[in-house]
């Protein structure tokens, strides 16, 4: 059971899921902080605020006015899209193109090279060495 994890776990993609999350919500601060001091005031330029702050389309209704906020949901798409180039090109793209190259070399029928044995069984091989000559 514990192998079967260490496998689960040393693939790969669980790693790379792991550090696109923590860098998305790193950067979707950064994002939002640009969203909000750049974007938002250009957008205001075309609506006013109304007394909560909300950038976006009023309606005046039978209760008073009421504004429909298309700055909230700018700053969401744009934080999405700034998020998702990010995560494709620095982890999705890299990675594919890394697929790709592992294919092409076993494809043309290179071989990976055999992984060394521990150190734990260099020590095992000595000691069996050695007691054959003893014997």
Known sequence: MIKGFKEFIAQ???IDLAVAVVIG?????????????IINPLISL???A???GNIG??????HGDVTFPI???ITALISFLAIAV????????????YKEHRAAKLAAGVQEPETLPTEQELLIQIRDLLEKQKG
């Not at 919500?25 to 001091?37: D, H, K, L, P, Y």
């Not at 990010?86 to 193109?97: C, D, G, I, Q, S």
């Open 12 to 14: 790969g993609n669980v």
């Open 25 to 37: 919500a790193a950067f979707g601060a950064v994002v939002t902080a640009i969203v909000e001091s």
């Open 46 to 48: 075309f609506w006013k």
């Open 50 to 52: 109304d007394d909560n």
């Open 57 to 62: 389309f009023v309606i005046h209704g039978l």
């Open 71 to 73: 700055g909230n949901l």
């Open 86 to 97: 990010v995560v494709y090109f620095v982890f999705v793209y890299p990675m594919n193109k």
